[in-house]
T-cell receptor, first 112, second 112 residues
Framework: LAKTTQPISMDSYEGQEVNITCSHNNIATNDYITWYQQFPSQGPRFIIQGYKTKVTNEVASLFIPADRKSSTLSLPRVSLSDTAVYYCLVGALVSSASKIIFGSGTRLSIRP | NAGVTQTPKFQVLKTGQSMTLQCAQDMNHNSMYWYRQDPGMGLRLIYYSASEGTTDKGEVPNGYNVSRLNKREFSLRLESAAPSQTSVYFC???????????FGDGTRLSIL
């Protein structure tokens, strides 16, 4: 299982773009990169997932360089409601027989 | 849509008591997972079940047992609760392929 490293915390302001980078040097060929968001007193919620290059959905973008040893979650124009913990996960999700391991996450605080 | 339902939401136990946490999903997912989350920490995988009839250990299985009762239900049992097991417990489920996990709202367990 590829280990991930993320910043422990980040601060930003409303309306800014926030980029959270995750390092995963030991990523395997069939590993996907998945990001989750967790609010206090709730379970994690899926944000975005990708394998290479760039993926974009209605809430975020995920940038993955060619070597796939890191990835960057980009949140455009954040608001106070984006204050949460963000987890980067790396694992082979092509089989249901997969352990899915969470790291410590990045605590993002958005200020007015 | 109920998604993943965990019961109970809160529980207080005395050291040495036993307890079963229940989890049910209505999405016809094959895989189910149990995690614990201690204050200020990430999620740690306790056990998972790739499919009905199979279970495997995660990172922190000691002191726990699980049962995959059927495709919908995956229970977690503490046979003799210890204060170190005070935590928030999350259940998750996932479909086949590279699909993300869906989480319940957690069970907050305190052991005195």
């Amino acid at each position: 299982l590829a280990k991930t490293t993320q910043p422990i915390s980040m601060d930003s302001y409303e309306g800014q773009e926030v980029n959270i980078t995750c390092s995963h040097n030991n990523i395997a060929t069939n590993d996907y990169i998945t990001w989750y968001q967790q609010f206090p007193s709730q379970g994690p919620r899926f944000i975005i997932q990708g394998y290479k290059t760039k993926v974009t959905n209605e809430v975020a973008s995920l940038f993955i360089p060619a070597d796939r040893k890191s990835s960057t979650l980009s949140l455009p124009r954040v608001s106070l409601s984006d204050t949460a913990v963000y987890y980067c996960l790396v694992g082979a999700l092509v089989s249901s027989a997969s352990k899915i391991i969470f790291g410590s996450g990045t605590r993002l605080s958005i200020r007015p | 849509n109920a998604g993943v339902t965990q019961t109970p939401k809160f529980q207080v136990l005395k050291t040495g008591q036993s307890m079963t946490l229940q989890c049910a999903q209505d999405m016809n997912h094959n895989s189910m997972y149990w995690y614990r989350q201690d204050p200020g920490m990430g999620l740690r995988l306790i056990y998972y079940s790739a499919s009905e009839g199979t279970t495997d250990k995660g990172e922190v299985p000691n002191g726990y047992n699980v049962s995959r009762l059927n495709k919908r239900e995956f229970s977690l049992r503490l046979e003799s609760a210890a204060p170190s097991q005070t935590s928030v417990y999350f259940c998750a489920s996932r479909d086949l392929g590279n699909q993300p996990q869906h989480f319940g709202d957690g069970t907050r367990l305190s052991i005195l």
